[in-house]
């Protein structure tokens, strides 16, 4: 007894010591973009919806595609659409509904580091100069930073904003698209073919403004006027790169923003470029905000408590760790209670030998009063199960002898004297043997009869 317990002490010490020294450590951030309503971590955005939440009245946040809100209410009342991610999952419904919602006067504004499909509908691209390191490597060694311009004016900017060049690494194209056509011997073949329809395609586009047409090794580039009514750019680089357009859109908006980053909590509290943040979403002011979940990292993915603890490192090892305890615990107590089962035979149906045990009983005695009683008694009962009348609880009327009559096809003069008189002998508790046989042979054949 002594034993176990300083074996628990010294277990619950071990416990305390590693409690301890994980609570004393370092937290160990995590760099991964999330845009989470809930990560906390750098590139969460627990900042921005709270801050945003509590300076517009008309906020939320929802997990639900561009398709599910326009078949939820296609005509609801012009609002402004946030969506930041780190790459859109957009498909070509996404897009015609995207389309739909500025036609109607939407605002949407699209934050990421691409747009696929969406590029191709509306003739841009987006490029980035170089590659650079991981922030968190950056700010370890090198810490310079870049600038960054805000304003419709190009010569008179707004305001300018110090942020690292991992915050703008991409930039976009206006009026341009790219698409890639390998070359192969096939192409080589029909090259006479191809170089007329380029001819022709050349002369057709040219008329409609023109592009360049720039052909390298592996693909073109064709360089087409962007689709839109018009077009602002919002903010760009020291080079003049459009880091942000605001485009028109029939009566609606659309906001190309690749400086997503700046959304996240590291940027929210860096300085002064929440003030960044808030400029651009002043262009949406006056509508209800929504910003949409469902692309990218949260692309239908449910937001349950389960989700929440598995995306959690912490949270996630300690529910391996419960688990396996579990296991553990049901493998040894099962090993440790494990008992032979001894086989229980099945009890015989004494059924059939209790029923003749008294028959027996009253054969012998030679009761036939009570032996035509009880026949009485189980004829009743299938009579009333099968044809609904009853000849036990009360006294039967012309009715109930002329439907037992009309089931079983015998005459009803018959069953009323086989009945009348197996009451009689009941009443009297006597009957001889051979009037008991006809009294028993007399309601097996009413019985047959309506069993068949």
Same mark, same amino acid.
């Given at each position: ?21 994980? /609570? ?71 897009? $015609? ?33 170089? /590659? ?5 490597? /950056? ?22 904003? +110090?942020?690292?060049?991992? *915050? ?45 047409? +720039? +052909? ?14 018009? *077009? ?9 790169? #459009? ?28 300085? $002064?470029?929440?003030? /960044? ?14 910003? @949409? ?46 008992? @032979? ?5 099945? #009890? ?62 015998? +005459?009803?003069?018959? @069953? ?5 008189? @197996? ?30």
């Amino acid at each position: 007894m002594k034993g176990s317990r300083l074996y628990m002490l010294f277990l619950g010490l071990v416990l305390a010591l590693v409690f301890l020294s994980e /609570y004393m450590a370092p937290h160990k951030f995590s760099w991964k973009p999330t845009f989470d309503k809930n990560d906390k971590e750098p590139f969460g955005c627990y900042v921005f919806d709270d801050v945003v939440s509590s300076s517009i009245d008309d906020y939320s946040v929802i997990n639900k595609t561009l398709y599910q809100i326009f078949q939820e209410d296609s005509t609801a009342a012009p609002r402004a659409f946030l969506i930041v991610e780190d790459g859109l999952h957009f498909g070509d419904i996404d897009t $015609d509904i995207l389309l739909k919602l500025l036609k109607q006067g939407n605002q949407v504004m699209l934050c990421a580091d691409n747009f696929p499909y969406l590029s191709d509908s509306l003739s841009f691209n987006v490029s980035h100069d170089k /590659y650079y390191m991981s922030l968190d490597k /950056y700010l370890r060694g090198n810490k310079e930073r870049d600038i960054i311009f805000f304003g419709t004016d190009t010569l008179k900017p707004e305001y300018r904003y +110090e942020v690292y060049p991992q *915050m703008h690494n991409k930039y976009i194209i206006p009026g341009h698209s790219r698409s890639i056509a390998k070359k192969n011997e096939t192409e080589a073949a029909d090259s006479i073919e191809t170089d007329e329809q380029t001819d022709s395609a050349e002369s057709i586009d040219s008329s409609d403004g023109g592009y360049i047409t +720039e +052909e390298t090794e592996d693909y073109f580039t064709k360089f087409y006027p962007i689709k839109c009514d018009s *077009m602002q750019i919002l903010v760009w680089d020291t080079d003049n790169k #459009p880091l942000a357009l605001r485009v028109f859109l029939g009566k609606g908006e659309l906001f190309l923003v690749t400086t997503h980053l700046m959304f996240t909590n590291f940027n929210m509290l860096d300085g $002064d470029n929440a003030s /960044y943040v808030f400029r651009l979403l002043n262009y949406m002011k006056g509508k209800p905000l929504v910003r @949409i979940e469902a692309y990218g990292s949260h692309y239908d993915k449910p937001d349950t408590p389960l989700r929440y603890i598995l995306l959690t490192p912490s949270l996630r090892w300690a529910l391996y760790s419960i688990l396996a305890l579990l296991l553990l615990f049901m493998i040894f107590t099962a090993k440790r209670r494990q008992r @032979i089962i001894p086989v229980v035979a099945t #009890p015989p149906n004494r059924s059939l030998s209790f029923m003749y045990l008294i028959s027996n009983l009253y054969f012998q005695r030679h009761d036939n009063g009570e032996i035509l009683k009880m026949k009485y008694l189980y004829f009743c009962s299938e009579v009333k199960r099968l044809v609904g009348v009853d000849f036990q609880e009360r006294v039967p009327d012309e009715y109930d002898y002329k439907r037992l009559a009309d089931k079983t096809g015998i +005459e009803m003069g018959i @069953i009323y004297s086989l009945l009348q008189n @197996i009451r009689m002998a009941i009443y009297r508790s006597e009957a001889e043997d051979e009037r008991l046989k006809q009294f028993i042979d007399g309601m097996n054949d009413i019985l047959n009869a309506l069993k068949n």
